[in-house]
């Protein structure tokens, strides 16, 4: 009996350990199965730091894009005062007729004359004839007046008759006729893409 009472606590010891063991050899797998999950993780953790540096890198990009874009708008605004788009046509005759008028030159005449489409038809010009009777200063003067810094005229043609109206001063009265070219952009315009798909 009393070998009975050494040996049961041994046996049961012995089965204790015996779980014990097969619990730790279970937990040594799972940890070796974990541990061979590493380079897979390792890999995709790298592939995931590259993804984000890649998205840094395109917010680094467009915020230099906007800066880009925001920057060309304002040249494209400077660039819209001297070629504005032709819906403006008629405050641009109003300003000129303004101007004869105020110079007090008689008959004045403006009349479309053409429009053409320029660089594929990025901007347009527009030829406005222009008539009217007064002295040569007043029409030297006028034209002074049409050099403004925030638009752009061409006079591409210029004649100068004597009137048949006799004049009681010194100045000479004479009939005149130009050709006024105004620019303006073309809102309408589409860039065409160069081959490789880049405009």
Same mark, same amino acid.
């Given at each position: 009996m009393k070998l009975l009472m050494i040996l049961a606590p041994l046996a049961l010891m012995g089965v204790g350990l015996s779980d014990?063991? *097969? /619990?730790?050899?279970? #937990?040594?797998? /799972? =940890? #070796? /199965?974990? $541990? /061979? #999950? =590493?380079?897979? $993780? *390792?890999k995709e953790n790298n592939e995931i730091e590259k993804a984000i540096q890649k998205i840094k890198e395109v917010r680094s990009n467009v915020k230099d894009f906007k800066s880009k874009v925001d920057k060309s708008k304002e040249d494209l605004e400077k660039v819209g005062k001297f070629i504005p788009p032709i819906s403006s046509r008629t405050a641009i005759l109003d300003e000129l007729s303004r101007v004869a008028r105020s110079l007090n030159i008689k008959n004045i005449s403006f009349k479309p004359k053409y429009e053409k489409e320029n660089h594929g038809g990025l901007y347009i010009t527009n030829g406005i004839e222009f008539e009217g009777r007064g002295t040569y200063l007043q029409f030297l003067v006028f034209f002074e007046k049409m050099k403004k810094p925030d638009r752009i005229f061409n006079v591409s043609s210029v004649e100068v008759t004597s009137s048949s109206i006799i004049n009681k001063s010194k100045h000479v009265i004479v009939d005149f006729k130009t050709i006024i070219e105004t620019f303006h952009y073309n809102k309408d315009h589409e860039v065409k893409k160069k081959k490789g798909g880049k405009g």
């Open positions: 014990l063991y *097969e /619990s730790w050899q279970k #937990k040594e797998e /799972s =940890i #070796k /199965s974990e $541990l /061979s #999950k =590493i380079p897979a $993780l *390792e």
